[in-house]
Every structure is written in C-alpha cells, then in structure tokens.
C-alpha cells in the first residue's frame, strides 16, 4: 500500500522523524510487512491440476520487536540501500552511517505500529516510499557526492569526472604541453654555445633552438592520471593518487641544444683547433701522467 507523505519541512531531518513519532506513546502493536505466499493443504485431487501443490496469499503481520530484528538480519548492501533511500527522503542527512539508519527504520516502524493498531494495512516500506516519492519522484535520480541515488531503488550510479573503475574509484586522465619560458631557452642555449662553442649564440641561433624545443615539447605531452577514492555513502572524496608520464627531461631538452650545435660547419672546425691545441700543447708540455 503505498502513501503519499508531505515534502521534508525546511527544517531538516529532525522534522521528518518527529512527524513518524508524534501523537505520544502507545502500546506497541501490530506491524503490517506486506502479502506472502503460502502453500495450502495438498494439491487438487481431480482435474488438470490434479496432484500439484497449491498456494494462497495472506498478510504478514511482525510485533514492532520482530520487525525491529529484520533490519539486524538483512545483508550490508540491503542497509545501505534503505539508508541511501532516508537520505534521499530527507529523513537522514548526507554522511549518516548504519546507526542513524537504525534509528530512522526505529522510527517508520513506530509509525506503522500505529496505522496496524487501527486495523490499517500500512507497512514501514509504504510510509519510505511515500516520503521518497515526495522528495523527487519514482524515477527521479538525485545528486549525492560523486554519485546519483534512485530516489525509489536506492540504486547508485557514478555521476563525477573521468572514468569510475569499481569500489569508489574512478579515474582521471589530463595532457598538458610543458613549454619552456623564453628566459629558461635563452639560459639554456647561452651555456651550451659556451660549452661547445666557446661563445655566445646568435640571435637566429637562440630563435632556431627556441622553435625546436617548442616543437619537441609539443610533441611529447605531459599525462597526469589522477585516482579518486570516493566514500559510497556520502559519495565524497576521501583521497587521490597522482602519477605524471611523458615531457622532456632537463636531457632531453640539452641534447635538442646539442644536436643543432653539432650541425653547424663551425663546430667542426671548432673541434678540429680543439684537438689540435691540444696535442700541440701535449707536445710542448708533455701528457698529463
């Protein structure tokens, strides 16, 4: 049986659980849980049907004890679901865990107590669904966190950045290109012309190795993954992981430098008055040794 109850007051939570627990104390009463199904004596001894088992419907009634201890015997997902759905509904604010889902199921069989001591057939289930549909409507999905919550089923389903890879977790891919300022390229190709060179670059020599270290960087993206470890019942995230791929190394970018410089007609004659400086003086002054 389903009813329909008013939308959550402003005044949060609290106010949709004293609407279950108002009009004072009673006696506790009878618990209404829904039709069950039930084998009836036998099956039909004549006839199509003859030999066959057959079965009849009837109320399920539970004390408020005995509907208490169902919620104690459900499995962890069927909890979650109920608290994911007191959430939804407004009893229950983003963040409650098993205790106040406890307290809140507490309260709709309390009240369903009531409607059984009037002989009506209203289940803690009904007065949930009532207050769900209320808050977004059967088919509605509803924003917790990273997720969205069925505002009906309880169901969850990832609604955040990048790719969710099971267990709240999901996974977040940027690139990036990396270039080098203008003053770290001139620095740069001012000490590798002053290495190998013995002086300092030109103008269109600091402009060429600018545009191919440009080039270089564009061509090798930086790839920061990141991993975000979400809580599943508030749907917050709790801690991420960061690992960085790709981009050119401090190397890299000096042998660009290099490359270009060892290009160049001058830097083989450069080499070659090198070498041979250096074995006139070997002559002169002897080998080190």
Request: net charge negative; no cysteine.
């Amino acid at each position: 049986m389903a009813i329909t109850a008013p939308k959550p007051s402003p005044g949060g939570e609290s106010s949709v659980l004293g609407q279950f627990s108002s009009g004072g104390t009673s006696a506790p009463g009878r618990v209404y849980f829904g039709e069950e199904k039930y084998q009836t004596y036998g099956g039909a001894k004549t006839g199509e049907g003859r030999g066959l088992p057959r079965y009849g419907s009837r109320s399920r009634w539970l004390s408020e004890e005995q509907a208490m201890n169902e919620f104690y015997g459900w499995t962890d997902k069927k909890r979650q679901d109920l608290l994911a759905q007191m959430v939804l509904a407004g009893m229950l604010p983003v963040g409650s865990g098993v205790i106040e889902a406890e307290e809140g199921w507490r309260k709709l069989v309390q009240s369903a107590s009531r409607f059984g001591a009037a002989d009506q057939k209203v289940s803690p289930f009904d007065l949930l669904t009532g207050y769900v549909k209320a808050a977004g409507g059967q088919n509605a999905w509803r924003q917790m966190g990273a997720f969205e919550v069925n505002t009906v089923t309880g169901e969850k389903r990832y609604a955040g950045p990048g790719v969710y890879l099971g267990g709240g977790r999901a996974s977040q891919t940027d690139t990036r290109v990396d270039l080098t300022d203008p003053d770290t390229a001139r620095a740069m190709a001012t000490k590798l012309f002053q290495d190998m060179m013995g002086r300092d670059p030109g103008a269109g020599e600091l402009g060429a190795f600018a545009k191919a270290l440009g080039s270089a960087e564009a061509a090798n993206p930086i790839t920061q993954t990141t991993i975000t470890q979400y809580d599943m019942e508030t749907g917050q995230a709790i801690s991420q992981d960061t690992s960085s791929a790709g981009g050119l190394s401090a190397e890299g970018k000096a042998y660009i430098g290099e490359q270009q410089i060892k290009g160049k007609k001058e830097y083989g004659v450069t080499q070659a008055v090198t070498t041979y400086q250096n074995a006139f003086e070997d002559l002169i002054y002897g080998s080190p040794g």
